[in-house]
T-cell receptor, first 111, second 115 residues
Framework: GEDVEQSLFLSVREGDSSVINCTYT??????LYWYKQEPGAGLQLLTY?????DMKQDQRLTVLLNKKDKHLSLRIADTQTGDSAIYFC???????????FGSGTRLSIRP | DADVTQTPRNRITKTGKRIMLECSQT?????MYWYRQDPGLGLRLIYY???????NKGEISDGYSVSRQAQAKFSLSLESAIPNQTALYFC??????????????FGPGTRLTVL
């Protein structure tokens, strides 16, 4: 089936690292994404990784992909209050004609 | 100016009423999508359109219909609204054929409440 699963909530202390995890089902997915939704706004692409990569780093963001376990994670270093948002994991299906989104993980930051 | 706009941003209506949500884009993309977002369920695809003559059902199309009036416009209708259609609705666009990175660009959302 087409299922992308994530935990619903994560709370971290400001300055710590946040790790958001995701499992997906389609081993033929070409792209795997992380989208960010800030309060009252639509989703925006945060980062992505090609399926032939294991890791991608972009400033404070690190994406790890374990294809064997179909596991994707997003690590945010030095988490700030501006990182408070819902983070959606997503995968492509059908030759990139459709994107399947997970349920989203709400990240909250403690002072 | 926003590339993907949705109107209205908020709407409260009663059971049985017909509602239309509109989406416009200035990105020149061929592909447009309608999603609904419910707490704990993420985004679910209602309908999508790859060009003006191509309309496809998503995973939860029952109770909804769409119209692709032009490349830039894609409307979602609820023919007879019911309370479980209360949700946040998002329109999105992407390049034709996926492009080098099939990113989707989202509108700001329409919050619909059906009483």
């Amino acid at each position: 089936g087409e299922d992308v699963e994530q935990s619903l909530f994560l709370s971290v202390r400001e300055g710590d690292s946040s790790v958001i995890n995701c499992t997906y089902t389609d081993s033929s997915s070409t792209y795997l994404y992380w989208y960010k939704q800030e309060p009252g706004a639509g989703l925006q692409l945060l980062t992505y990784i090609f399926s032939n990569m294991d890791m991608k780093q972009d400033q404070r963001l690190t994406v790890l992909l374990n294809k064997k376990d179909k596991h994707l994670s997003l690590r945010i270093a030095d988490t700030q209050t501006g990182d408070s948002a819902i983070y959606f994991c997503a995968e492509t299906l059908g030759g990139a004609s459709k994107i399947i989104f997970g349920s989203g993980t709400r990240l909250s930051i403690r002072p | 100016d926003a590339d993907v706009t949705q109107t209205p941003r908020n709407r409260i209506t009663k059971t049985g009423k017909r509602i239309m949500l509109e989406c416009s884009q200035t990105k020149g993309h061929d592909r447009m999508y309608w999603y609904r977002q419910d707490p704990g369920l993420g985004l679910r695809l209602i309908y999508y359109s790859f060009d003006v003559k191509d309309i496809n059902k998503g995973e939860i199309s029952d109770g909804y219909s769409v119209s692709r009036q032009a490349q830039a416009k894609f409307s979602l209708s609820l023919e007879s609204a019911i309370p479980n259609q209360t949700a946040l609705y998002f329109c999105a666009t992407s390049e034709n054929g996926g492009g080098p990175l099939p990113e989707q660009f989202f509108g700001p959302g329409t919050r619909l409440t059906v009483l």
